[in-house]
């Protein structure tokens, strides 16, 4: 099925567990390079950047397990982050290809740093979009109260069933408003578009279950004294990081050079959390530098 945004091809692949829907753009000769999206979004949040990367790379967008038109495995346990890891192994796989170049922002960092560090020969160059591994998200809520507090929405999502029943009401219009908020120059079309894609049936629950997962994966990790507070990531390693960034504090991109063990360079853009498409030039711009030409 051809998109209506340009030279984009919509497609499904069976995964264990999970149909997957993807956006699909460049020549498959190319590198792959799958873009992962976070939350509240799909792949539709690269919409600037598919058309410009599929210059150089075969490009991959995907529906994360759970939202928009990729089935939605039920239960708190099935988000759980390894299997979203486990998920773009076997994307990777499905492609025809041993590694990728991974961009993920968000959830979809998240998942791009712990692939890197579970599955660094699948990866020929990471990079990750105003998001830190979980284990230093959840290590900086204890010792920075300003994170602590940018952070009260992950507490608030473990409460059963309120929060997708408010965040799905009405098609979806708090998370609407809160992208209109955040996101200067969206369109009421792209808002639209966003509306419809995260009032699938499933999505909102799906969704929040990653919030869920996560805090209980860590809780148990620690009463269970098998959190580590030791990350390597052993491939090339570029983040772009919006500093003005209400829910993620800029402070995090500090401690990213002592994680990242090969090469690593940070660059902070003057935006907001979603920097890809407040500022998709310029976000262009360094992919172009860091995941084609350099």
């Known amino acids: 099925m051809q998109d209506t945004l340009g030279n984009m091809r919509h497609g499904f692949v069976q995964i264990p567990g999970v ?21 509240p979004d799909f792949w539709f949040g690269w ?19 759970g939202y928009n038109l990729t089935s939605k495995p039920k239960g708190v346990s099935r988000y759980h ?13 499905s492609f025809g290809h041993e590694k990728c170049i991974l961009v993920g922002h968000d959830w979809g960092g998240a998942v ?23 284990q230093l998200l959840m290590q900086e809520q204890f010792k920075n109260v300003h994170q602590l507090l940018s952070s009260y929405y992950i507490y608030l999502f473990q409460i059963p069933i309120l929060p997708e029943f408010l965040l799905s009401k ?21 808002i639209k578009i966003y509306r419809k894609g995260l009032s699938v049936k499933g999505t909102i629950r799906s969704a ?44 995090f991109t500090l401690r990213f050079r002592n994680i990242c063990k090969r090469r690593c360079s940070i660059h902070l853009v003057d935006a907001g959390h979603f920097v890809h498409q407040e500022k998709p030039s310029v976000v262009n711009d360094i992919m172009l530098r860091e995941l084609i030409e350099g």
């Not at 149909?19 to 939350?39: D, M, P, S, Y």
């Not at 692939?115 to 990471?126: D, G």
């Not at 979806?172 to 809160?178: D, G, I, P, S, T």
Request: net charge positive; glycine share 4%.
């Open 19 to 39: 149909r997957t829907h993807f956006v699909e753009a460049g020549w498959k000769h190319e590198k792959l390079a799958i873009l992962l999206h976070g939350f």
């Open 208 to 251: 929040i279950n990653y919030y869920r997962s996560a805090f209980r994966q860590q809780v148990l990790a620690a009463i269970s004294g098998n959190q580590s507070s030791e990350i390597s990531i052993h491939v090339p390693t570029s983040v772009i990081w919006g500093f003005g960034d209400t829910a993620l504090q800029p402070n």
């Open 170 to 190: 009405n098609g979806a219009v708090l998370l609407a408003k809160m992208l209109s908020s955040m996101i200067p120059g969206i369109t009421r079309q792209e």
């Open 81 to 93: 982050l390894d299997a979203l890891v486990s998920d773009v192994k076997h994307l990777v796989e």
């Open 112 to 134: 791009s740093w712990e692939f890197a560090r579970q599955h660094p020969a699948m990866i020929e160059k990471l990079c990750v979009l105003n998001c830190p591994p979980v």
């Open 47 to 65: 919409r600037h950047q598919i058309p410009f990367l599929c210059k150089h790379l075969h490009v991959i967008a995907i529906d994360q397990r």
